[in-house]
C-alpha cells in the first residue's frame, strides 16, 4: 500500500464526501514499518456540529427510523459493498492497525461483515410489538402493547485495535434498530472507518445523514459527541479511564451510555488440566494480535504444584512463537499501535520487575525487528495478586503467571480484579470446568477452550468492564426504547 493509493481519505457528512472545514489532514502511521502510509481529512468541531446535526435532521425528518423494509435493504447494501471491497479493507486493516493477515479473515473483517447479514435478518423477524393482552388497572379495561422505537441519534466512538469489527457491531444493530449514527473512530485507525464512509455513499441507498463519519485526530471530538444534547445514546468501547469520562460527559444530558472496556481477563487451569491444552491457549491469547484485544486472557493462574511445570512449558511454547509482518499469513502477532503503546507495555514490564516478578521470557523488543513497534512475547512469572502486572491492563503480549491453591483460590484470584470481561478455565472434568466458570463473575467464559465470539453471542462485562451487551439479540436490544401503548378496551 502506498501513499499514492490514498490521498486525503475524506469525512461523510450529511451524505457527502468532504474534507475538514478547517482543511486539515493529518497522518496515517503503518506501526509495523513506522512509515506514513498517506493521509486522512482531519475532523474539527465544526465537522462534528455539522454531522450531529445532520443525524438528528434524518432522525426526526426523514422516514429512516419507521422504514424497516428499507433498513434492511441498505444495511444489505453495505454488507455487499465491504464485502466487495474486502481485498482494499484486509490491506488497510493491516497496514494501520498492524493486525496480522489471518485475523482479517476472522473477527477483523469477514466476520463482522458477515454479521452485517445477521442483524438485518435479526430485524427483518424481529417482534417489533408485542401483545400483553388485557388488564383492568385502576378498574379501566385497557389492551396493553409493548411497542420498540429506535433511540435516536447514536454517537458511535471505538477504538484502534479492533476498528471494523467493533464498528459493524455497532453501526449494524444501531441502523437496523432506526437509529441514525455518528461514527467516531480512532485516529490511530482512520482509514478503515473512512473507507466504510466512502463505500456507505457510494454504493447504499442510505438517506443523508443516517450514517456519518467524522474522523480527526483531535482528543476533543469523542467528548464533545458525548456531551451533545442532539445525540441520544453513545455506544463507546475504549479504555475504562475513556468510559469513565464518557459516562461523565453524558450524565448532564441524562443520556443512555453503552460502555465496552477494558478487561485482565484469567484462564484457570484446575489442577485436573492438561497442561499442552492449557499452554496452547494461554500462548494463543497472548500473542494473537500482541495481546491487544480487550477479552485475551491476559493472566494465567496455574496450581501451586504444577506451576514450574506450567512456565517451562510455556516458555518452551513461546520461545519459537512466529511473529513479525501481519501480512504474512503465518503469523498471528504484528506490532503495538504506537510508540506510545509500546513504552506503555515496557513501561509495565519494568513496573513488574520493580515489584519481584521474573521475565521467564521476552520483556523487551526483539533485536531482530528494529522497525516497527514490536515487543517480545513476554512471560512473568513470580506474580502475586496485588502486584500492579496482576491487576492492570497492559494491553500487549504480557502474560502474568499467578498460583493458586485449589478450585476456590482460583475463582478468588479470578474475580480479584475491577475488571469483569471474560475468562477460561480448562480441567479434565468439563462438569468440574463448568462449576468453576459459574463462579467466576465476567460476561463471557470459555469451557476448555470453546470460543464465545459471533455475531448472535452478546458480548460484554460485569463490574468496570462495562455497561450493557454488543452483538446478540441483546445488543440489538441496547439501541431500542420500549414503549408501552394502553388502548381502552
Ligand atoms: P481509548 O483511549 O479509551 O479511546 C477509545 C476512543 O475514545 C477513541 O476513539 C478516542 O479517540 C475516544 N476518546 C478519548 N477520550 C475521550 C473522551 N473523553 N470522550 C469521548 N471519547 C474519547 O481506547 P484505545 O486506547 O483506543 O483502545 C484500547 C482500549 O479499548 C483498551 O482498554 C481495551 O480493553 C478497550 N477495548 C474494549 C473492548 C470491549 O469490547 N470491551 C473492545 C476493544 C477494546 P481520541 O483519542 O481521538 O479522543
Redesign the pocket.
Known amino acids: 500500500m502506498t501513499s499514492d493509493t490514498y490521498r486525503a481519505l475524506p469525512l461523510l457528512i450529511d451524505g457527502s464526501l468532504s474534507y475538514a472545514a478547517e482543511g486539515g489532514v493529518f497522518e496515517n502511521i503503518d506501526p509495523a514499518t513506522e512509515e506514513v502510509l498517506g493521509t486522512t481529512a482531519d475532523a474539527g468541531p465544526r465537522d462534528m456540529d455539522r454531522a450531529i446535526a445532520a443525524a438528528r435532521r434524518a432522525f426526526d425528518e426523514t422516514p429512516w427510523p419507521t422504514d424497516l423494509a428499507f433498513r434492511v435493504h441498505c444495511l444489505r447494501q453495505l454488507r455487499a459493498g465491504l464485502e466487495r471491497h474486502a481485498d482494499e479493507l484486509r490491506r488497510t486493516i493491516v497496514a494501520e492497525a498492524g493486525s496480522p493477515v489471518t485475523l482479517t479473515h476472522g473477527p477483523q473483517l469477514d466476520a463482522p461483515v458477515a454479521g452485517l447479514g445477521w442483524c438485518a435478518d435479526l430485524a427483518e423477524s424481529y417482534a417489533w410489538e408485542t401483545d400483553l393482552g388485557v388488564a383492568a388497572p385502576l378498574g379501566v379495561p385497557t389492551r396493553r402493547v409493548l411497542r420498540r422505537e429506535p433511540y435516536g441519534v447514536v454517537g458511535a466512538?471505538?477504538?484502534?485495535?479492533?476498528p471494523m469489527q467493533?464498528t459493524l457491531?455497532k453501526v449494524g444493530p444501531a441502523l437496523a434498530a432506526g437509529n441514525t449514527v455518528v461514527l467516531?473512530?480512532?485516529?490511530?485507525t482512520p482509514w478503515t472507518a473512512a473507507i466504510l464512509g466512502r463505500i456507505a455513499a457510494e454504493e447504499t441507498d442510505l438517506p443523508p445523514g443516517v450514517l456519518n463519519v467524522v474522523v480527526?485526530?483531535?482528543?476533543?471530538?469523542?467528548?464533545?459527541?458525548?456531551?451533545d444534547p442532539r445525540v441520544d445514546l453513545?455506544s463507546?468501547?475504549?479504555?475504562?479511564?475513556?468510559?469513565r469520562?464518557?459516562m461523565?460527559?453524558g450524565a448532564d444530558t441524562l443520556k443512555k451510555v453503552f460502555?465496552?472496556?477494558?478487561?485482565k481477563s484469567a484462564l484457570l487451569a484446575l489442577d485436573d488440566a492438561d497442561l499442552a491444552t492449557v499452554v496452547g491457549n494461554a500462548a494463543f491469547q497472548i500473542t494473537t494480535h500482541a495481546g491487544?484485544?480487550?477479552?485475551l486472557l491476559t493472566r494465567l493462574v496455574l496450581p501451586r504444584a504444577r506451576y514450574d511445570e506450567g512456565v517451562e512449558l510455556l516458555v518452551e511454547t513461546l520461545r519459537n512463537w512466529p511473529y513479525g509482518d501481519p501480512a504474512d499469513p503465518g503469523t498471528l502477532m504484528g506490532p503495538l499501535?504506537s510508540e506510545r503503546?509500546r513504552r506503555r507495555v515496557l513501561g509495565y514490564v519494568a513496573r513488574g520487575l520493580a515489584e519481584g516478578a521474573t521475565v521467564a521470557l521476552g520483556g523487551g523488543i526483539p533485536a531482530h525487528l528494529p522497525r516497527g513497534y514490536f515487543v517480545e512475547p513476554t512471560v512473568l512469572t513470580g506474580v502475586t495478586p496485588a502486584a500492579t502486572v496482576a491487576r492492570e491492563?497492559i494491553?500487549g503480549p504480557v502474560l502474568t503467571v499467578l498460583a493458586h491453591d485449589g478450585d476456590d483460590d482460583a475463582v478468588r484470584i479470578a474475580n480479584d480484579s475491577v475488571y469483569g470481561?471474560s475468562g477460561m478455565v480448562v480441567s479434565a472434568s468439563e462438569e468440574r470446568a463448568r462449576a468453576v466458570a459459574e463462579r467466576v463473575r465476567t460476561g463471557t467464559i470459555s469451557i476448555n477452550g470453546g470460543l464465545y465470539y459471533g455475531a448472535d453471542v452478546p458480548?460484554?462485562?460485569y463490574r468496570q468492564?462495562?455497561v450493557g451487551r454488543?452483538s446478540g439479540r441483546a445488543g440489538f436490544e441496547e439501541y431500542l426504547e420500549i414503549k408501552a401503548m394502553a388502548y381502552a378496551h
Do not use: M, Y
Request: proline share 5%.
Open positions: 466512538i471505538t477504538p484502534w485495535n479492533f467493533i457491531a467516531k473512530p480512532a485516529p490511530d480527526g485526530s483531535a482528543h476533543g471530538l469523542g467528548a464533545q459527541l458525548a456531551a453513545v463507546f468501547t475504549g479504555s475504562t479511564a475513556t468510559g469520562a464518557v461523565r460527559s460502555l465496552e472496556l477494558g478487561g491487544q484485544g480487550c477479552s499501535i503503546q491492563e494491553f470481561l458480548f460484554g462485562g468492564s462495562g454488543e
